[in-house]
């Protein structure tokens, strides 16, 4: 059974930072894309970063337009986990985030973890 789990989420102020973890357990996903997505209260989940491995020391990473420059993906394919760095956070960041892992046509979502940012 494939078991995606978030932590890290909480409370930041606006500018402040936080690190999201999300590690998966069940089959290995080193050569799938892992990322993020968020979703606020009576807003769509929306995609926030993904990120792909090729072999040897090279990622390829994509971010939404709004998070470019703030937010940064990676991920541990010996830990099986992706993370996401929150920098430079903004009173519109404040979501549930999900970490999502692709095997094909198929993708498993993770519970999700709260980040709240105060201005």
């Known amino acids: 059974q494939v078991q995606l789990v978030e932590s890290g989420g909480g409370l930041a102020q606006a500018g402040g930072s936080l690190r999201l973890s999300c590690a998966a357990s069940?089959?290995?996903?080193?050569?799938?894309?892992m990322g993020w997505f968020r979703q606020a209260p009576g807003k769509e989940r929306e995609f926030v970063a993904a990120?792909?491995?090729?072999?040897?020391?090279?990622?390829?990473?994509l971010y939404a337009e709004s998070v470019k420059g703030r937010f940064t993906i990676s991920r541990d394919n010996a830990k099986n986990s992706v993370y996401l760095q929150l920098n430079s956070l903004k009173p519109e960041d404040a979501a549930v985030y999900h970490c999502?892992?692709?095997?094909?046509?198929?993708?498993?979502w993770g519970q999700g973890t709260q980040v709240t940012v105060s201005s």
């Open positions: 999502h892992a692709d095997a094909g046509w198929r993708r498993y």
């Open positions: 990120i792909s491995w090729s072999g040897g020391n090279t990622f390829y990473a």
């Open positions: 069940g089959r290995t996903f080193t050569s799938n894309a």
